[in-house]
């Protein structure tokens, strides 16, 4: 696999990463966030609106185990587990507390083997269409469609020591907030806009899945339907 080039987003230059300054209620818990894509990371070092710094490394990947969701062997009800056993979600109804616990216990993927992950970003937006579809507001399609909304980017999360091992810092690069804070607020807003109009008013329920329908015909990641819905 060779070395990759990774950036990260921050307030501040951060030479010597540290797997223990990580929070444990991100995406996919403790560990360091990156992004190959260089308008992201200027972005995330601006979203406080105050003026930040790209962090730039290079990360040795030939010894390292990667979960990557992203390539076809996983499906989005595995992102859901692993933002419902991570970060922190409004279960206002019954149906919702029940379908945290069922996706967990399904659709979980044991990260204890990995060293990084690659995978989506639950902004505000995504974040939120992760919420309605648990509370059985919105369905599978729909979610699925959602995470492409926005020019949406992936992230490489590494989260074991020896990841950390594998990365060098490189260099810095100054993020001004005039320039980046709106591109930041314009994704978010532009991925809730292009929802409404596009998916929220559509309507096209009669084929689709439900949360709900996911809990009462105990549906598996294998199941045939769930595979149905994904694909088209």
């Known amino acids: 696999m060779g070395k990759i080039k990774l950036l990260h987003g921050s307030d501040h230059i951060i030479e010597k990463p540290d797997l223990l300054l990580g929070k444990t209620n991100n995406d996919y818990g403790r560990g360091f966030y990156c992004t190959q894509e260089l308008s992201m990371a200027m972005e995330w070092a601006c979203k406080k609106n105050s003026d930040g710094f790209v962090n730039k490394y290079v990360l040795e990947q030939d010894s390292l185990n990667i979960l990557n969701l992203l390539?076809?062997?996983?499906?989005?009800?595995?992102?859901?587990?692993l933002l419902l056993k991570n970060r922190t979600f409004?279960?206002?109804?019954e149906i919702a507390i029940d379908a945290c616990d069922y996706i967990i216990e399904n659709f979980s993927i044991d990260l204890k083997a990995y060293d990084v992950i690659i995978g989506y970003r639950a902004?505000?937006?995504?974040?939120?269409?992760?919420?309605?579809?648990v509370q059985n507001g919105l369905p599978l399609r729909s979610l699925n469609e959602a995470l492409h909304l926005g020019r949406l980017g992936t992230q490489t999360v590494l989260i074991s020591e020896k990841s950390f091992r594998n990365?060098?810092?490189?260099?810095?690069?100054?993020?001004?907030?005039?320039?980046?804070?709106?591109?930041?607020?314009?994704r978010d807003s532009n991925a809730r806009e292009t929802y409404r109009k596009g998916i929220r008013n559509r309507h096209s329920y009669k084929n689709d899945i439900f949360v709900l329908d996911i809990l009462r015909e105990e549906m598996k990641d294998n199941d045939s339907r769930i595979q149905r819905i994904l694909s088209i």
Do not use: C, Q
Not at 90 to 93: H, K, M, P, T
Not at 124 to 130: G, K, N, R
Not at 167 to 172: C, G, P, V
């Open 71 to 81: 390539d076809g062997k996983y499906n989005i009800l595995h992102w859901m587990a």
């Open 167 to 186: 990365l060098t810092f490189d260099e810095a690069d100054f993020a001004d907030k005039t320039v980046y804070y709106p591109k930041f607020i314009a």
């Open 90 to 93: 409004r279960l206002s109804n």
């Open 123 to 133: 902004d505000d937006s995504y974040f939120s269409f992760a919420e309605s579809f």
